[in-house]
């Protein structure tokens, strides 16, 4: 079946840093890809998206591009700050009908 | 748009007791999901529905759980009996369309003790 591998955690940072959190997927074909953020104590939001080879999802100052020769989807920031402090979740839309998630990534940005 | 509701928030019970979980979601949107969030298991796709019909439940752990969606804006997850290693978050999402994004509800923090 489907999977999504996205780098373990814990990650943490200082403020203004770079940040990446890698993501792959095996799902055939040309599946949707998705980044989704979960704040302590709340479920998760869809953070961004990209439903096409080469396009690049952006939000947030977020972005991630889709990249179907290396069945990648990384997300990146240029410059964190503390309130993006979230467990993150790479997905992808590779089955009929449901979203394979990420084990999800804990992020922390220090001031 | 109120999203996705669920309720209640928190739930504390005693092992052996019935729990219900309920979730409302988003108007429109013909396809809902529960999923359980624990530490140790990460997020789980528990049982998804298709125009209220259950399309797969493999993912319910035990015959104790069960799931209803009695119509389109409405659907419960029930455990009887409880255990303890049901404490967990329990969430609801809705989406569009099959493999369309999901919308999550706030959760549902369940506590057996």
């Known amino acids: 079946g489907d999977s999504v591998t996205q780098m373990e955690g814990p990650v943490t940072l200082s403020e203004e840093a770079f940040l990446t959190i890698n993501c792959t997927y095996t799902a055939t074909g040309y599946p949707s890809l998705f980044w989704y953020v979960q704040y302590p104590g709340e479920g998760l939001q869809l953070l961004l998206k990209?439903?096409?080879?080469?396009d690049k999802g952006s939000n947030k100052g977020f972005e991630a591009t889709y990249r179907k020769e290396t069945t990648s989807f990384h997300l990146e920031k240029g410059s964190v700050q503390v309130s993006d402090s979230a467990v993150y979740f790479c997905a992808d839309g590779g089955s009929n009908y449901k979203l394979t998630f990420g084990k999800g990534t804990l992020l922390t940005v220090n001031p | 748009d109120a999203g996705v509701i669920q309720s209640p928030r928190h739930e504390v019970t005693e092992m052996g007791q019935e729990v219900t979980l309920r979730c409302k979601p988003i108007?429109?949107?013909?396809?809902l999901f529960w999923y359980r969030q624990t530490m140790m298991r990460g997020l789980e796709l528990l049982i998804y529905f298709n125009n209220n019909v259950p399309i797969d439940d493999s993912g319910m752990p035990e015959d104790r759980f069960s799931a209803k969606m009695p119509n389109a804006s409405f659907s419960t997850l029930k455990i009887q009996p409880s255990e303890p290693r049901d404490s967990a978050v329990y969430f609801c999402?809705?989406?569009?369309?099959?493999?369309?994004?999901?919308?999550f509800g706030p959760g549902t923090r369940l506590t057996v003790t």
């Open positions: 990209a439903t096409k080879a080469d």
């Open positions: 999402a809705s989406s569009y369309e099959q493999g369309f994004e999901q919308y």
């Open positions: 108007s429109g949107h013909n396809s």
